[in-house]
């Protein structure tokens, strides 16, 4: 017996599909007829300038193979679109919608799943599907503990590394204890992004990881635990530290770009960003230090990936569609896994590749600061995603400041 809102997210789901796509996305050659001349709306984060160029890259080679054109529209926040997708359902707008395709994982996807605000499936039914490795990066069909059920389709992979100057920090602290002890000795060397931003939360998740003595109930939903209990040594832990913290908590980077930027300014010595790949990106172009190198922490860093969804009203589903499989192409994964590029890791299992194009993965240089794939460690399982909204809003009433 289906619930209300399990009937009310197949209903929205039903209004999605044309009578072209009444099967999906398995009649390719009706998708891609359908997709040319479109012009895909994706609203993705354009905090970073390199994201940015990789993206019109991508709309450039979807318009020369496809006829598909890709217009980013930049956010500073994801939920920003998730809101306006919702406010088009509930003014009835079950078609025609503004947004077409939308970078996405975690809570936003969590919350448009629940309200059916999604069209599909589609993603296991893309052409370039087969090649995603699903046994060896299960994060590709699990966001955040909730299965994605072919609602969004992955196109980079990702882990937490901490990036540190070698030559002002030869042995940087690999774990939450440490690090403490490390800041209280080194006051103003270190900070992290202000929450809600993604990368400030997940550095907070990163730390409760090692301070709470069962990470496992962080799988669960937040209200399936003592939230109080399970949080508390976190709430302590920043309490110690933040007076070390760099001009002494009362401000904080905006985001990932402004973090590293005050890494590249030596006016902290430690850092951290969700690409293994982003320090030699960023040596590559000139914008950090050579002497920058990556660590994980001992016993793991989280990990997920990145996603593209479809809007259950986007105006242009096939366009979408098309642009989601080309993120799966062996070419484009190989220009993001580029540390030159991006650095992103690849979401495909390169022994599902032809000879030619896992040569193109085996032709990439990683770079002077990115650990091999082996030396990552662990990758931890993201908290149920309900866990990023409570801590960050807890954060902002126990330690916030005015933007």
């Known amino acids: 017996m289906l619930t ?52 019109a890259w991508v709309g450039q080679q979807a318009e020369a193979r496809y006829g598909v054109r890709i217009e980013q529209v930049k956010l500073a926040n994801t939920a920003d679109a998730v809101a306006r997708v919702l406010a088009e359902k509930q003014a009835g707008k079950t078609d025609g919608g503004a947004v077409d395709l939308i970078w996405i994982n975690g809570e936003n996807f969590a919350a448009m799943k629940a309200a059916g605000l999604l069209f599909g499936p589609f993603a296991e039914s893309l ?31 990702a882990q937490l590394v901490f990036e540190y100057d070698s030559a002002r920090l030869p042995e940087p602290p690999a774990s939450a204890a440490a690090l403490l002890d490390w800041a209280k000795g080194n006051p103003g060397r270190l900070t992290y992004p202000q929450p809600p931003d993604y990368l400030g939360t997940t550095f907070l998740k990163q730390v409760l990881y090692g301070v709470t003595p069962d990470p496992t109930v962080l799988l669960k939903p937040v209200d399936a635990a003592d939230y109080a209990a399970v949080t508390a040594p976190l709430w302590a832990w920043l309490d110690a530290i933040t007076p070390s913290l760099w001009r002494q908590g009362k401000a904080y980077p905006a985001n990932e770009p402004a973090l590293g930027q005050l890494l590249a300014d030596g006016e902290i010595d430690l850092s951290f960003a969700f690409n293994p790949g982003r320090a030699s990106a960023a040596i590559a172009a000139g914008e950090l230090q050579d002497t920058v190198r990556t660590m994980v922490w001992q016993g793991g860093t989280i990990g997920n990936a990145s996603f593209v969804a479809i809007p259950f009203n986007a105006a242009h589903r096939a366009g979408a569609m098309v642009v989601a499989n080309l993120l799966l192409d062996p070419e484009i994964q190989a220009q993001a896994q580029d540390p030159d590029v991006l650095g992103f890791q690849t979401v495909l299992s390169l022994d599902a590749l032809s000879e030619a194009d896992r040569a193109r993965f085996d032709a990439l240089k990683l770079g002077v600061a990115t650990l091999p794939p082996l030396a990552l460690g662990p990758v931890l399982l993201e908290p149920h995603a309900s866990w990023m909204t409570r801590i960050a809003a807890d954060w902002t009433k126990r330690y916030g400041v005015a933007p």
């Open 127 to 157: 052409p370039n599907w087969p090649l995603v490795d699903t046994v060896g990066k299960p994060a590709t069909v699990m966001d955040f503990t909730e299965p994605t059920g072919g609602l969004e389709s992955p196109w980079a992979m």
């Open 4 to 55: 209300r809102r399990e009937m009310l997210t197949a209903t929205a789901l039903c209004l999605a599909l044309p009578a072209w796509a009444a099967s999906g996305p398995s009649d390719w050659d009706a998708v891609l007829a359908k997709a040319r001349g479109q012009t895909v709306y994706w609203h993705a984060w354009g905090g970073d300038p390199k994201i940015n160029d990789f993206i």
